[in-house]
C-alpha cells in the first residue's frame, strides 16, 4: 500500500522561511506533488517532481530525494496569504492515476 | 473557478434520504475521481474513472454509488448515509496520465442528520 507522513502543523512569521518535510512508501513511484488547500477552498496545484533536485517556481520550490523517499516544500519570503494546509501527494502502480494524500501540514503564518 | 463545478455546494440530508452530488469539468480530462475530506483526516480517494470506466473503488460501503456517463460528467448517489459520512466531497479530474496535475472542485458540504 501507500503512506505519506508530513508534519501536523507548523507556524512561523511573515518573511520566514518554512519547509515542510514528506515521507512516502509506496509500490512503485510515479513522482510527488504538493497541493496547497485554503480555509473551505479547493485543493490546487504547487508543484510535482519526477526526478531528484529541486524545483523552484517563484517563493515555492519543492525538493526530491528518491533514493531516501523523501521530499520537502520550501516557503519562501512567507506571507499571510500562506497560512493553508499543505498535502504532499503520491501517484504509485496500485491507484493508478489517481492521486494519494498526506495527513496535510496546517501552516498558520502570523506578523 | 477552477474548471471543475460541483454542485450543489452544501447538502443537508437525513438517513433514509436519496440524493446526488454532480461534478462536471470542462477541461477535455479524460480521468475523473471522488475523493472524501473529513476534519482531521486525509483526502480519501473513493472512485477512479478513465475513458469513463470505473478503475479504482476503495473499499467505499454500497451506499455510495457513482455513475460516470461521459468523460465530463461524474456523480455520486447517496442512499440511506450514515452522520459519521457526513463530509466534505471534493471531486477531481486530470488528463489521466501519471505525471499531470489534478484539478479539484469546490466540493460538496455533506452534513447527514
Known amino acids: 500500500g501507500q503512506s505519506l507522513e508530513q508534519p501536523s502543523e507548523v507556524t512561523a512569521v511573515e518573511g520566514a522561511i518554512v519547509q515542510i518535510n514528506c515521507t512516502y512508501q509506496?509500490?512503485?513511484?510515479?513522482?510527488l506533488s504538493w497541493y496547497q488547500q485554503h480555509d473551505g477552498g479547493a485543493p490546487t496545484f504547487l508543484s510535482y517532481?519526477?526526478?531528484?533536485g529541486l524545483e523552484e517556481t517563484g517563493r515555492f520550490s519543492s525538493f526530491l530525494s528518491r533514493s531516501d523517499s523523501y521530499g520537502y516544500l520550501l516557503l519562501q519570503e512567507l506571507q499571510m496569504k500562506d497560512s493553508a494546509s499543505y498535502f504532499c501527494?503520491?501517484?504509485?502502480?496500485?491507484?493508478?492515476?489517481?492521486?494519494?494524500f498526506g495527513k496535510g501540514t496546517t501552516l498558520s503564518v502570523s506578523s | 473557478e477552477t474548471g471543475v463545478t460541483q454542485t450543489p455546494r452544501h447538502l443537508v440530508m437525513g438517513m433514509t434520504n436519496k440524493k446526488s452530488l454532480k461534478c462536471e469539468q470542462h477541461?477535455?480530462?479524460?480521468?475523473m475521481y471522488w475523493y472524501k475530506q473529513s476534519a482531521k483526516k486525509p483526502l480519501e480517494l473513493m472512485f477512479v474513472?478513465?475513458?469513463?470506466?470505473?478503475?479504482e473503488n476503495n473499499s467505499v460501503p454500497s451506499r455510495f454509488s457513482p455513475e460516470c456517463p461521459n468523460s465530463s460528467h461524474l456523480f455520486l448517489h447517496l442512499h440511506t448515509l450514515q452522520p459519521e459520512d457526513s463530509a466534505l466531497y471534493l471531486c477531481?479530474?486530470?488528463?489521466?496520465?501519471?505525471?499531470?496535475?489534478?484539478?479539484f472542485g469546490q466540493g460538496t458540504r455533506l452534513t447527514v442528520v
Open positions: 477541461l477535455g480530462h479524460n480521468a
Open positions: 501527494a503520491v501517484r504509485d502502480r496500485v491507484a493508478g492515476t489517481a492521486l494519494i
Open positions: 517532481n519526477a526526478l531528484d
Open positions: 477531481a479530474s486530470s488528463q489521466g496520465q501519471m505525471n499531470t496535475e489534478a484539478f
Open positions: 474513472y478513465n475513458f469513463k470506466e470505473q478503475t
Open positions: 509506496t509500490s512503485g513511484f510515479y513522482g
